[in-house]
């Protein structure tokens, strides 16, 4: 069996990472991989450290290999290791050698990242800290340019929540068809 087309979500907080992964899991019957950062946030009442950057992401790393194991053609990724990086380099002003060492390995496994822009109202939640619209551009760029740096295959979505979705898909679809070329 061939390994499963791996999609991540990415993107800034607070930017509808979560529902539009749900919405793609559900559209394509393909396996959700969900974030275990906010699982570990919730078990831990709202405290994460450095310390837990890199078992969030081994942990990251464990359940999207276990459900890629399985899939058929597609994984959606509700995000990834890159991710964790980046918060970890953002929130604490560096990242553990091993997560980034993973995170700049892995991010080569997906086919495609879809970048959700922040152009829709923030939701405050206790786990966002970047409500203001000056920091969630910085961040944008921030996620952006990681991207961008790395070379990795990339598609903005933006706007409402049904053109994200439109948006979303018509992204896959066009890596669907590039990879039934080959």
Known sequence: MSEPL?????GPESTGKTELAAQLSAHYRAPLVAEYARERWDAQRGVLSLEDMLPIAKEQWRREDAAAAGARDLLICDTEALTTMLWSDLLYGTSPDELRRGAEKRCRNYALYLLLDTDVS?????????????DRARCRRIWHGALERRGLPSAWIRGAWDERF????????????KSAAR
């Open 6 to 10: 791996r999609i991540a979500v990415f």
């Open 122 to 134: 923030f939701a405050p939640d206790p786990q966002r800290c970047f409500p203001e619209a000056e």
């Open 166 to 177: 439109r948006a979303a898909v018509a992204a896959i679809e066009a890596l669907r068809a």
